[in-house]
């Protein structure tokens, strides 16, 4: 089984960064691909980045050329830059880990606790 620890979410004004951390634990040599998920209120869950064990990304539309989902392999971590933020990106961001990370969730996979970014304009 996987653990997922997630970190840096907050507050910060339009046009400013964050950056999330994601802190893998347990049975990590299942992981193949993770993720970043977000959910702002009254909206469904929604994919923000993949990154997969071979460094391969996907991002939504909404964030390429914004958000980049570097990954720290030695500290089996993986973060989500998040620059140029605009309110719309206010959500409640999930890491995610698993075999594979569809556009619904991971395939045997894990979830973590959730961080709040909060971006005022």
């Known amino acids: 089984q996987v653990q997922l620890v997630e970190s840096g979410g907050g507050l910060v004004q339009a046009g400013g960064s964050l950056r999330l951390s994601c802190a893998a634990s347990?049975?990590?040599?299942?992981?193949?691909?993770m993720g970043w998920f977000r959910q702002a209120p009254g909206k469904q869950r929604e994919l923000v980045a993949t990154?997969?064990?071979?460094?391969?990304?996907n991002y939504a539309d909404s964030v390429k050329g914004r958000f980049t989902i570097p990954r720290d392999n030695a500290k089996n971590t993986v973060y989500l830059q998040m620059n140029s933020l605009k309110p719309e990106d206010t959500a409640v961001y999930y890491c995610?880990?698993?075999?594979?990370?569809?556009?619904?969730?991971?395939?045997?996979?894990?979830w973590g606790q959730g961080t709040q970014v909060t971006v005022s304009s």
């Open positions: 995610t880990a698993g075999a594979q990370i569809l556009t619904w969730g991971p395939v045997r996979g894990a």
């Open positions: 347990g049975n990590i040599f299942s992981i193949n691909a």
């Open positions: 990154i997969t064990k071979g460094d391969t990304t």
